[in-house]
């Protein structure tokens, strides 16, 4: 088990962008390190499900990316610090929405929100026309 937490969102104009953090304990439960869990950010919009925005592996090496997203915004990890991040480029009104990172300790990344174990509380973005 991993604690997250997300920062950076935030109220930005169309075609902005922003930076989200997720940092994760420094200690799991399980006494893992950090650099064991693959990652995912999630977002849900008003009235709307979870949608699955991008995931990276263990390394940082596999990404994957909704088509909804790709080409705007960027998944990358720092392990030394314990957090991933989400570049987020371009930005469009229908991008609102909590911005949720979610960690599962495992090889593969996955976009089906089921398979994450840990989650955090979510951080607000709001993007006006």
């Known amino acids: 088990q991993v604690q997250l937490r997300e920062s950076g969102g935030g109220l930005e104009q169309a075609g902005g962008s922003l930076r989200l953090s997720c940092a994760a304990s420094?200690?799991?439960?399980?006494?893992?390190?950090?650099?064991?869990?693959?990652v995912a950010w999630f977002r849900q919009a008003p009235g709307k499900g979870r949608e699955f925005v991008a995931a990276?592996?263990?390394?940082?090496?596999?990404?994957s990316y909704a088509d909804s997203v790709k080409g705007r915004f960027t998944i990358s990890r720092d392990n030394a610090k314990n957090t991933v991040y989400l570049q987020m480029n371009s930005l469009k009104p229908e991008d609102t929405a909590v911005y949720a990172c979610?960690?599962?300790?495992?090889?593969?990344?996955?976009?089906?929100?089921?398979?994450?174990?840990?989650w955090g509380q979510g951080t607000q973005v709001t993007v006006s026309s």
């Open positions: 979610a960690a599962r300790a495992g090889i593969y990344t996955s976009d089906r929100a089921p398979e994450y174990d840990d």
């Open positions: 420094e200690r799991t439960v399980s006494g893992r390190p950090f650099s064991t869990y693959t």
């Open positions: 990276i592996s263990r390394s940082g090496g596999i990404t």
